[in-house]
């Protein structure tokens, strides 16, 4: 998508980059501690944010522990309660709406995806 992985006008840093830091400081607002790791991939309307290294010591106590499921829920519920800081910051980065959000954790390893889903460009009216 022309422009999307570009520059941004006003920073001068990529959008992905731009996109991974907004997730990673959004993670350490609400649970005390970002990703050590963040990559972000733009195709078309899709933005795809890949985060590593996300939990907290107290969650990985409760995973030593055998409650990853309660650690998941957990991780759910915040990331409902992020989600419109995220999109927010992503239409703003973008200047384009987002339509869906999507986020999921895996434990082990220790992996999260938010995903967003980009309305369609609106089209071009020939003059």
């Not at 501690?33 to 899709?46: C, F, N, V």
């Not at 986020?103 to 089209?123: G, Q, R, W």
């Amino acid at each position: 998508m022309p422009g999307t992985n570009s520059e941004s006008p006003s920073t001068g840093v990529s959008r992905a980059a731009l996109i991974s830091n907004l997730v990673v400081r959004t993670f350490s607002e609400y649970t005390g501690r970002g990703p050590t790791k963040a990559w972000t991939s733009l195709d078309g309307d899709l933005v795809s944010v890949i985060l590593q290294d996300t939990l907290t010591k107290g969650e990985r106590s409760l995973v030593a522990d055998g409650r990853s499921q309660l650690v998941l829920d957990m991780r759910r519920a915040f990331q409902e309660t992020m989600r419109k800081d995220l999109v927010a910051g992503v239409e703003e980065i973008l200047d384009r709406r987002v339509e869906a959000f999507l986020s999921d954790n895996h434990i082990d390893p220790d992996v999260a995806v938010e995903t967003f889903v980009l309305a369609p460009k609106a089209a071009v009216r020939a003059v």
